[in-house]
């Protein structure tokens, strides 16, 4: 959440200044149509410059929550989201 906070992107966070005023956190995201997998998997007319975008998109990413002293334990292409454009965001 820390994390989310900063990012300029995200436009609402919003947590009660008390941790004893709840007892669940939701976090919702954007809808995305499907994950990575199925993308490369689903379609075999993808270029390389397709290839090229997701692997930009991927290290972008890396390099921002890296940056942020954040590590993803399991990083592989079913946990990664897409969009019908082909934007891609980690889950």
């Known amino acids: 959440m820390l994390l989310m906070s900063k990012d300029t992107r995200i436009k609402h966070i919003m947590l009660p200044p008390s941790r004893r005023e709840f007892r669940d956190i939701y976090v919702v995201f954007e809808l995305m149509e499907s994950d990575l997998h199925q993308v490369i998997k689903g379609n075999d007319d993808l270029t390389a410059e397709h290839h090229q975008f997701f692997l930009y998109q991927l290290l972008r990413g890396l390099k921002y929550v890296h940056a ?22 980690d889950l």
């Open 68 to 89: 942020a002293n954040v590590f993803h334990r399991d990083l592989k292409p079913k946990n990664i989201l897409a969009n019908a454009d082909l934007q891609i965001e």
